[in-house]
C-alpha cells in the first residue's frame, strides 16, 4: 500500500557527515508521521528522529544536536541530515511511516540501509 524507498547509506570516517533520503509512494494519504529507526547488531530497533504531518520533531537523546530531520511535501520524501557521526551510529536504518486512518495506526517499512563509521 505504502513503498519506502531510501538511499544515501554508506561508509564514513567519525567525525563525517551523510544525509539519507526516503521517498514514499502508493497510498501516501493520511500519513501521520515519517521517521527514521536503526539497528545496531545483537540490539533492538530504537527510533532515531521522527516529523509528524504537523511538523513536529522528536530527537533521541543520542543524536541530538547532530541529525536533522526534514521533509519535502511536494516530494513525498524525508531526509535524515547526519553530522558528526559517530562509532556507535554504526547500524541498518530503517525509513518508517505511520499512517492513521479510522483510528487505526498502520507502520510501514523501508528496506533498510547500512551506515558504517569507522575509527
Known amino acids: 500500500q505504502v513503498q519506502l524507498v531510501e538511499s544515501g547509506g554508506g561508509l564514513v570516517q567519525a567525525g563525517g557527515s551523510l544525509r539519507l533520503s526516503c521517498a514514499a509512494s502508493g497510498d501516501v494519504f493520511s500519513i501521520h508521521a515519517v521517521g527514521w529507526y536503526r539497528q545496531a547488531p545483537g540490539k533492538q530497533r530504537e527510533s532515531v528522529a521522527d516529523i509528524t504531518s504537523g511538523a513536529s520533531i522528536n530527537y533521541a537523546d543520542s543524536v541530538k544536536g547532530r541529525f536533522t530531520i526534514s521533509r519535502d511535501n511536494a516530494k513525498n520524501t524525508v531526509y535524515l541530515q547526519m553530522n558528526s557521526l559517530k562509532p556507535e551510529d554504526t547500524a541498518v536504518y530503517y525509513c518508517?511511516?505511520?499512517?492513521?486512518?479510522?483510528?487505526?495506526?498502520?507502520?510501514?517499512w523501508g528496506q533498510g540501509t547500512q551506515v558504517t563509521v569507522s575509527s
Open positions: 518508517n511511516a505511520k499512517k492513521m486512518t479510522y483510528a487505526v495506526v498502520t507502520n510501514y
